[in-house]
Structures are given as C-alpha cells and as structure tokens.
C-alpha cells in the first residue's frame, strides 16, 4: 500500500480548549521503529485530563499535542534495523503521549521493541485495550529497574518461574476491579497464584471479575468499616500482605492501606507519593508502597516494558490474560470527544471504549 503523507488527528492546539480534528504530517520511522496504520484505539481518562492544568503541564512537551496511548494496527513501514517484524504484521502497541507515536489518529511510530503480535483469537478492538493499563499494573508490581528502585514494589514477575510460585496460596485485594488497571491486576494476581483475590466494584461486574480469577466482589459502595469488618473472614485467618488499588482516590487508597497487614506491598496506579495522603506514604509498619509511571518508553521502564510486550502475544493466545470488554464509538477520530465526555462524568463501567481512526470522515 502507499503511505500518504498527511493523516486525520485528534489535535489539541493549547491547554484548556477543545480537541479538534486536523491534517498532520504522517511521521516516518526511525531505524529501531515501525510505522503502524492504526486500526484500533482505546480511550482512557488521561486522554481528558490531559486537556488541563496541572496534567498538560506535566505530559505535554510540545504543541500541538495528540493524545492516546492504546492502540493496535498494521505494520506498514520498517525501520532499517527492524528484522523482528515485517509489513502486514497486526500488532498491539503503547502509545507514546507525543505526537508522532499517539494513538488518536491514524498513523503512529512506535519501537519495535515495544510491539506484540495480535493472535487469531484476538481482534484489534480488543488488543486496544490493554497496553497503558497493563503497563501501568506492571510497572508498579515487577520494575525492578535501579532507578525505579523508591517506585516499584519489585516484585517477582509471573512470566518468570519464582514468580509463579512465590506468592502462591497468599491473598491479594484489589480496589476498583472493575476499571482496565483492576480488571488487569485481578489476572496478574491469577497468574501469581494469589489465593483468594477479592475485589471492589460495582456488583453488576461480579460475573466479569469472577471470570477473570476474583473469588470475592464486595460492593465498592460499601463503607470502609464494613469492608474492613468482613476481610477476616473471607481472608479465612491469612494476613493480606498484597493490595493493589487500581485508580487515584484518596479514600480508596487509604482502605488499602488499612487493610494491609504489616510488612505488606501496595500499588497504586500514582506516579508518586505526592499523588497520595501521607499517611499512607509514610504508613509504618514495615508496609512497602508502590507507585507507577506507566509508559514503557521512559528509560527507567524499558527493560521492563521489552520483557512484557515478549509474554503479550503468548498470553492473549492461551487466554491468560483477556482484554477488558469493549464498546466501539462510531464515527472515527470524531466520536471521541463524547467518548471522553462520558469517562469524565464516570458514565462507563467494566468496559473500554474504542473507536477506528481509519473511519474518520
């Protein structure tokens, strides 16, 4: 196929005002990338908060600015020193929050190091969904990158054999198991061995999570007493030594903590502790904390991000990790905007929303 040399982007010009549909130059690969026409992208919360003060700040460099971090398509152009891939490869991939590799348009650049194969079983709609959440999950559990050493807990990750075995039969508690990152940290607690994994989320995702490897959903409109109450009990007398809250809340955050028995690990899907109370950053008891930057590009993260985009295409074949459930938005790049409208005001629940940028008018 021939590569135009223009494409339609979600462009944002300047912080504080809409997004609109534009012309922008299709970049070309450099010699460790790949260009994908993007067949599939996933929206996420990031996406809107991105549009403001203080984030916009913080994760744009440069203006314009195209967002997206989910995406999954076609190679179409190697670069020079790219041998692991070839041209019609449907890959899934993250985006990378700038311009030339973001996903919310309908060409991107992204490392070959950083791709996977998407199996038959697995559509590109669904392989969109996975990379910034799963990322993110990992990076705040396996990283063990010396200069993520205050950041991850640094766990033993399950594509490695001790990880497979070491924390199995111990329990683990996930917050938000309904959102991506929860229903993500629900199976990489499956495939720890994590026994019994109990969850938060809205009781109408029970049967989800529970396909997913939860044992328990409890209510997340429960009060924090009443949770902490019943904990014992389905803990049947083990000590909760591992808690992953799966959104930035402060309440959320401090029932996780609360819950941990001493010398436990929590993550949390903030970059840092001034994301979170103090009181749970500095919690005593020998209680570790785990925080997460989750972009496998950042050189902290790559090594990382390298061993786990190896384990994605096994995975999705053999059913070990699933992706979140998907509503496709019409209309392309253009259905955006009510798309993140709707995360905004927390109108979305247990699925992902996706949109073909390839249909955009």
Known sequence: MSIPTTQKS??????????????????RPGPKDVLVQIVACALNPV??????????RVLVHEWPHVPGYDGAGIVVELGT????????????FQGSGSTPGATCQQYAIVPAELTA????????????TLPLAL????MALYNHSPAAENLSLRLKPVWEAEGQTAYAGTPALIIAGSTSLGQFAIQLARLAGHSP??????????????????????????TKESILAELPTLLGGKPLEFVFVALIDVESIRLGCAALAPGGALATVAANPTQIPEDVANAGDGKRIGYSFGSARLPCNWE??????????????KGDIKPNPVELLPNGLAGITEGLA?????KVSGKKLVVHPQETA
């Open 304 to 317: 990382t991000g390298v061993a786990l985009f190896k384990q994605i295409t096994g995975w999705l074949e």
């Open 342 to 346: 709707r995360l905004k005001a927390k």
């Open 117 to 128: 194969m998407i199996p038959d079983n697995v559509t590109f709609e669904q392989a969109a």
């Open 197 to 222: 994994i109990i969850a938060t989320a809205s009781l109408h995702n029970a049967p989800l999570l529970k396909s997913l490897g939860a044992t328990h959903v409890l209510d997340r409109s429960r």
């Open 135 to 138: 990322v993110s999950d990992v």
């Open 81 to 92: 020193e790219v041998s692991s891939l070839k041209k019609g490869d449907k890959i899934v």
């Open 10 to 27: 979600l462009v944002l010009r300047k912080e504080s005002t809409p997004y609109a549909i534009e012309e922008m130059p299709v970049p």
């Open 47 to 56: 996406d809107y908060g991105v549009v403001d003060p203080p984030l916009s």
